[in-house]
């Protein structure tokens, strides 16, 4: 068995890192900005935030804000439009997953045009080049999309999200700044977070996993448990903020090595029919797909119960793992998600939609759990 992992060159952390902005491109040697955000960003000021650091250093920037939650294909291919008008040759990335995603479409075409169709990038598409480099600075804590080799954009035709796994979209650098992370909406911070712990329970016990990823998503299931009430209740404290943008990251660093499971393979058609946030999606049906593998999991969910922080002497295996499920699902109804699909206008004639594509998602495979067409829509049903 060979097991590979790719992490950035180089990442930064600490509220504030933003500052090391000037650094970074004169020691990539690049001359323009391509700066891929979205409007709500530039309503908040966040991406202000970024760009005054590159107005004191007298760095060249066009700004592209065309990008929607749960990018599209046509988002991507304005991105590079706007790449090519501004005569760019860097990007930096200023958002949540989503404008993270739409960078790494655009910087892996840019290098890599015979695949300006997009839609042929999903899946392992086979890129000769790297991405042109990509500067990352999430302002959500959530997806770590600035430290994995994988973006998801939807493709209008199909009403599908593509996930594309490509090592060549790594961003070169990473830059996480937990300042940029404190305008975050009360819901916007429970989701994003809630998928964080998502990442981090499925990459704990996908098919993939080995001990090198298992030491980095247990810290994270640790660090997402201790710090996420505190930046959902507390928006400007810096420790529960920092402790959210750090877990969220070496989340990342250990699933986009080793893959995720069903829970993101039934989020990603609600995303893409139904425009539910990504980390709400997660979040809803992430204790119902626990206890649906647990018989596949008996050793590794008291592991994830002790890490959330349950105390499991005296508790049989079994009844560790199950604790396990109730902390996650604890956790859920404590930072305010929505516990029913129905609350999201879903309902029982849309399940043999959402089932036919899940089915077939990128990342269902790495169930640890093998999975049939029925089993899903009786999940689905579970969560109605
Ligand atoms: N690349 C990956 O590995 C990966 C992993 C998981 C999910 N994803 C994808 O990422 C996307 C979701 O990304 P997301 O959950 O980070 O949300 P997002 O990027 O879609 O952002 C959601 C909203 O939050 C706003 N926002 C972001 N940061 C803010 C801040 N600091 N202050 C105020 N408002 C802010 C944005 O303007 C936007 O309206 C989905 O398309 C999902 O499929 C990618
Ligand atoms: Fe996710």
């Not at 409007?39 to 065309?66: H, N, W």
């Not at 199950?322 to 029913?340: E, F, N, S, T, Y």
Request: hydrophobic share 45%.
């Amino acid at each position: 068995m060979i097991n590979r992992f790719i992490l950035n060159e180089v990442s930064y952390f600490g509220p504030g890192a933003r500052k090391v902005l000037p650094e970074v491109v004169q020691r990539l040697n690049k001359v323009k900005a391509l700066v891929v955000t979205d409007k709500g960003l530039i309503q908040f000021g966040v991406a202000k935030m970024v760009t005054d650091v590159l107005d004191e250093a007298a760095i060249s920037y066009d700004i592209f804000s065309d990008v929607k939650p749960n990018p599209t294909v046509s988002n991507v291919k304005a991105g590079i439009e706007s790449f090519k008008k501004a005569g760019a040759d860097f990007i930096i990335a200023i958002g949540g997953g989503s404008a993270m995603d739409t960078a790494k479409g655009i910087g892996i075409v840019i290098n890599n045009p015979e695949f300006d169709d997009i839609v042929s990038l999903e899946g392992c598409a086979p890129t000769k080049n790297k991405s042109v480099p990509i500067v990352a600075l999430p302002t959500t804590a959530g997806t770590a999309a600035e430290t994995t080799i994988n973006y998801v954009i939807i493709d209008e035709n199909k009403q599908k999200k593509m996930v594309c796994v490509d090592p060549n979209d790594i961003p070169a650098v990473a830059i996480i700044d937990a300042e940029l992370m404190y305008s975050l909406p009360k819901g916007l911070t429970a989701a994003t977070g809630m998928d964080a712990l998502t990442h981090a329970i499925e990459g704990y016990i996908t098919k993939g996993a080995w001990e090198m990823s298992d030491m980095f998503e247990i810290e994270a299931v640790r660090m997402i448990a201790r710090y996420l009430p505190v930046a959902v209740n507390e928006p400007s404290n810096p420790e529960g903020r920092n402790g959210m943008a750090v877990a969220q990251y070496i989340a990342g660093m250990a699933f986009s090595n080793v893959g995720l499971g069903l829970v993101h393979g039934m989020a990603h058609p609600m995303g893409s029919l139904f425009d539910v946030p990504h980390g709400v999606a997660n979040a809803l049906l992430l204790p119902t797909i626990m206890e649906f593998n647990m018989p596949a999991c008996l050793d590794k969910y008291p592991e994830i119960a002790k890490a959330m922080g349950v105390d499991t002497s005296g508790m049989s295996k079994k009844e560790a793992a199950q604790a396990a499920v109730d902390a996650v699902r604890d956790l859920a109804v404590k930072v305010g998600i929505p516990q029913h699909l129905s609350e999201l206008g879903i309902s029982s004639a849309d399940i043999p939609a959402l089932a036919e594509q899940a089915i077939s998602d990128v990342c269902t495979p790495g169930n640890p759990r093998e999975v049939t067409l029925d089993d899903i829509k009786a999940l689905y049903e579970k969560v109605l």
